[in-house]
Nanobody, 122 residues
């Protein structure tokens, strides 16, 4: 089991940037594939991005490709989501999650953070 805590959310104007962090503890961070998901009010949780155990492979949802960059620092037990060119449609609670393979299905992820709110105003 791994405990995950997201941070870095906030309010930003359209076109701005935020960097989300997810700090892990309680298990070996490098054992886990790390994913980011988001959930807007009234909508289902959706895949955003995923990164492999060593950071060598990343995959992004089409809606964020080219704007978001996922990275990890296993020495710091932390994964980062750099979000640039933010749009109002990016407004959601963002969750990090620890999983076992580089897939976008929520069922692949066993441990979840509590989320951090990202609000993009127009």
């Amino acid at each position: 089991q791994v405990q995950l805590v997201e941070s870095g959310g906030g309010l930003v104007q359209a076109g701005g940037s935020l960097r989300l962090s997810c700090a892990a503890s309680g298990s070996t961070f490098s054992d886990y594939v790390m994913g980011w998901f988001r959930q807007a009010p009234g909508k289902e949780r959706e895949f955003v991005a995923v990164i492999s155990r060593n950071g060598g492979v990343t995959s992004y949802a089409d809606s964020v490709k080219g704007r978001f960059t996922l990275s990890r620092d296993n020495a710091k037990n932390t994964v980062y989501l750099q979000m640039d060119s933010l749009k109002p449609d990016d407004t959601a609670v963002y969750y990090c999650a620890a999983g076992f393979s580089v897939v976008k299905r929520v069922a692949n992820y066993r441990d979840w953070g509590q989320g951090t709110q990202v609000t993009v105003s127009s």
